[in-house]
């Protein structure tokens, strides 16, 4: 008897769990379609993570913010993506505006992922924020500006990890052809070698790059905010720019390992400021006088904006240099620029973006002292790249220098990335986990421009 009572409950308990376990099926499929909430959307690059549609997302996104032209500027965007002619979008914007925006999106949680792009000041508690409520973040960077951000930074992967949430900084440069080719030739060892240490004058890897405050965006004048300007709200260039080269550096030179704060080393920073006209801040803002708030940076009725830095470290023992230069505008026919050299032990991987490429990324393979690489740089071209960039080729340009040439339907531009970028992120949002190495390295690129800040402005540079 004993026996058949257990049985009986034992088959009850198997029901009840069958049951549950059919509910929550259900409610997976009706819940399937990822919905997004933009928090805040400050900086136009909000509106660039939805250029495009998704099939795994939901058609509406909604919107928490605080009334002002940052929102309305990003809503004009959606809706010029909504009604273009070629491929448009059909997003449907269900909109919050009021100061307790941030309250409203983690009281009514209308979607499970946080896009935030704007002020990056604020940006780190938004994301703590976020996290602690259950939510997953998709944010532009930097996620930190300041050594106190960085330990909330800290925080909030701890508590992402504890609710099994995601935190991902959109990282839109691992998608630019060149730079990926870059990387790809940089683990083939007939070709490049391996990366050699490097010294501080002549580092292992390097990127630099070259930016514009004022740019067109989707065809139109960029307006940006006058608080873009603002050190404090914005971060200096040395945290903010220079996180995507760093994440290059990491992403290239030490593809799938994890990257610890013990293995940065910190050699030389140093930050310096770009200096606006009011003619030119009227230009890029509108605004036909400087805020308040900006007064401190104002010298002879300039703006000194400390946009510009430079950082050389080690890193696993390898020689490293990032700089960012912001320049009001780029001459006509231009735009901004990139520059990157990886040295390899029998060849050296560049990249330039001047003139004689018609201001266009290109990768050129240099043999490094008497290395012969023709016949390797051929066999790669043919096998490794073709998988990957099918009809790339390469050309000799003289004895010791190849142009490698990549056909048009991958070089998609920065506007595109962000599609890229979201697709990456969706696939480890399905899988519920990021690459192993993914979260170390998010912690030791913002401890790397952290660290690189605190020396820059300890020198009183």
Same mark, same amino acid.
């Given at each position: 008897?004993?026996?058949?009572?257990?049985?009986?409950?034992?088959?009850?308990?198997?029901?009840?769990?069958?049951?549950k376990?059919?509910?929550?099926?259900?409610?997976?499929k009706i819940?399937?379609?990822?919905?997004?909430?933009?928090?805040?959307?400050?900086?136009?690059?909000?509106?660039?993570?939805?250029?495009?549609?998704?099939?795994?997302?939901?058609?509406?996104?909604?919107?928490?913010?605080? !009334?002002?032209? !940052?929102?309305?500027?990003?809503l004009?965007?959606?809706?010029?993506?909504?009604?273009?002619? =070629?491929?448009?979008?059909?997003?449907?914007?269900?909109?919050?505006?009021g100061?307790?925006?941030?309250?409203?999106?983690?009281?009514?949680?209308p979607?499970?992922?946080?896009?935030?792009?704007g002020?990056?000041?604020?940006?780190?508690? @938004?994301?703590?924020?976020?996290?602690?409520?259950g939510?997953?973040?998709?944010?532009?960077?930097?996620?930190?500006?300041?050594?106190?951000?960085?330990?909330?930074?800290?925080?909030?992967?701890?508590?992402?990890?504890?609710?099994?949430?995601?935190?991902?900084?959109?990282?839109?440069?691992?998608?630019?052809?060149?730079?990926?080719? #870059?990387?790809?030739?940089?683990?083939?060892?007939?070709?490049?070698?391996e990366l050699?240490?490097?010294?501080?004058?002549e580092p292992?890897?390097?990127?630099?790059?070259?930016?514009?405050?004022?740019? @067109?965006?989707?065809?139109?004048?960029?307006?940006?905010?006058?608080?873009?300007?603002?050190?404090?709200?914005?971060?200096?260039?040395?945290?903010?720019?220079?996180?995507?080269?760093?994440?290059?550096?990491?992403?290239?030179?030490?593809?799938?390992?994890?990257?610890?704060?013990?293995?940065?080393?910190?050699?030389?920073?140093?930050?310096?400021?770009?200096?606006?006209?009011?003619?030119?801040?009227?230009?890029?803002?509108?605004?036909?006088?400087?805020?308040d708030?900006?007064?401190?940076?104002i010298?002879?009725?300039?703006l000194?904006? @400390?946009?510009?830095?430079?950082?050389?470290?080690?890193?696993?023992?390898?020689?490293?240099?990032?700089?960012?230069?912001?320049?009001?505008?780029?001459?006509?026919?231009?735009?901004?620029?990139?520059?990157?050299?990886?040295?390899?032990?029998?060849?050296?991987?560049?990249i330039? #973006?001047? #003139?004689?490429?018609?201001?266009k990324?290109?990768? @050129?393979?240099?043999?490094?002292?008497?290395?012969?690489?023709?016949a390797?740089?051929?066999?790669?071209?043919?096998?490794?790249?073709?998988?990957?960039?099918?009809?790339?080729?390469?050309?000799?340009v003289? =004895?010791t220098?190849?142009?490698?040439?990549?056909p048009?339907?991958?070089?998609?531009?920065?506007?595109?990335?962000?599609?890229?970028?979201?697709?990456?992120?969706?696939?480890?949002?399905?899988?519920?986990?990021?690459?192993?190495?993914?979260?170390?390295?998010?912690?030791?690129?913002?401890?790397?421009?952290?660290?690189?800040?605190?020396?820059?402005?300890?020198?009183g540079?």
């Amino acid at each position: 008897m004993k026996y058949k009572i257990l049985l009986l409950l034992s088959f009850l308990c198997l029901s009840c769990g069958e049951k549950k376990q059919r509910k929550k099926m259900v409610n997976q499929k009706i819940d399937s379609k990822v919905k997004l909430m933009t928090l805040d959307p400050g900086h136009f690059h909000a509106a660039l993570v939805h250029k495009t549609m998704y099939p795994q997302v939901d058609s509406t996104i909604y919107v928490f913010a605080p !009334e002002g032209p !940052e929102v309305t500027d990003f809503l004009n965007k959606i809706e010029q993506y909504n009604t273009r002619s =070629d491929s448009p979008t059909a997003w449907n914007i269900k909109s919050y505006f009021g100061e307790d925006f941030a309250e409203k999106m983690i009281a009514d949680k209308p979607g499970t992922v946080m896009v935030v792009a704007g002020k990056n000041s604020k940006k780190i508690e @938004y994301v703590l924020a976020a996290v602690k409520a259950g939510l997953n973040v998709y944010a532009d960077k930097p996620l930190v500006i300041n050594p106190r951000g960085f330990e909330k930074l800290k925080e909030a992967f701890r508590v992402a990890d504890e609710k099994g949430v995601l935190i991902y900084d959109i990282m839109t440069e691992r998608f630019e052809s060149t730079t990926a080719l #870059q990387k790809l030739f940089s683990t083939l060892p007939d070709v490049f070698g391996e990366l050699v240490e490097g010294s501080a004058d002549e580092p292992a890897i390097v990127k630099e790059s070259v930016h514009h405050f004022f740019k @067109y965006v989707s065809g139109n004048p960029l307006v940006r905010p006058p608080w873009f300007f603002d050190i404090n709200e914005e971060g200096e260039g040395i945290v903010d720019v220079t996180t995507h080269l760093v994440d290059l550096i990491q992403w290239e030179a030490f593809p799938g390992q994890i990257i610890d704060s013990l293995d940065i080393e910190m050699v030389k920073a140093k930050r310096w400021p770009t200096v606006l006209s009011k003619k030119e801040f009227q230009k890029v803002t509108g605004l036909d006088s400087y805020p308040d708030y900006l007064q401190k940076d104002i010298k002879n009725d300039k703006l000194n904006v @400390y946009s510009n830095g430079e950082i050389i470290y080690k890193i696993k023992d390898k020689y490293a240099k990032v700089s960012v230069i912001w320049n009001y505008q780029a001459p006509e026919g231009t735009t901004d620029t990139h520059y990157s050299i990886m040295r390899g032990t029998k060849s050296n991987l560049i990249i330039k #973006q001047g #003139q004689e490429e018609d201001y266009k990324p290109v990768l @050129y393979i240099e043999s490094a002292g008497n290395a012969d690489i023709e016949a390797a740089l051929q066999a790669a071209v043919e096998n490794e790249v073709a998988q990957k960039f099918p009809g790339t080729t390469v050309e000799k340009v003289s =004895d010791t220098r190849f142009k490698i040439y990549i056909p048009e339907a991958f070089k998609v531009g920065h506007e595109a990335h962000f599609g890229q970028v979201t697709e990456n992120f969706l696939k480890y949002l399905e899988a519920g986990k990021l690459p192993e190495w993914e979260v170390p390295n998010m912690i030791a690129k913002y401890y790397t421009t952290i660290e690189a800040y605190k020396m820059a402005k300890k020198n009183g540079s």
